[in-house]
């Protein structure tokens, strides 16, 4: 009896535990990560970011974007160097947090990012502008 009882307690501990590391890799938000994180999606898209890679239909274009720079604050705004040109505006998690949509200042243009990575020190994203597929790898600088 003492067996059967060690038994029944041993699966049921083995079935929490296949629960538990099931609900922690289906909590990935983003197909490229992170799956846990101990900050919020607001912390982690809070930075100043520079390219690390950028591809309109998988072409190469990250040479262009050298002295490019975006910035997304914890209060919702958004702003952008390159060269001589700037812009700002607001951004928002849209669609479950699965976008974040900018709503551009100044003249700029709205767009809607689609988040594909979004850790600490990598943010990934693209937009579409028209067909063309713009698909951006940003690290923190």
Sequence with gaps: MKFLNSFKGSIIMMFA??????ALTSCNKYDDGPGISLRTRTERVSNTWKVENYKVNGSDFTSLLNDYRETFTKSGNYSYTWNSLNGTGTWVFQNKDQEIRLTGN????SRTFIILKLEEKSFWYYYMDGNDKHEIHLIPG
């Design 17 to 22: 535990l296949s629960l538990s590391l099931f």
């Design 106 to 109: 100044d003249n700029q243009s």
